[in-house]
């Protein structure tokens, strides 16, 4: 999955589920200025990719994706490092 056009359409799909007005082709429109989405949409839209993906997306981490671009961006690198990744390891 962890090829652009599938992440480009997992976004794309999540977007659509999340607030269907919204026109996913426009990758660079702030998601919030732009598109008109509210925080409330923000971790709806985090929530759905995260389920979709199998990668947790931080909420400390949605203030810095700004744009579908972005989100796609953070997405692909996050699913090319593994989902262990940012898991703490007991001591």
Known sequence: MTDAPSVRQLVADAV??????VDPGDLDADLH??????SMDLLNLATAISIASGVEI???DLPGLRT???LQEYLARRLERGPDHDKEVAP
């Open 58 to 60: 931080p909420e400390r």
């Open 68 to 70: 579908l671009r972005q």
């Open 33 to 38: 200025d732009d598109l008109g989405l509210d």
């Open 16 to 21: 659509s589920r999340i607030a269907p007005d």
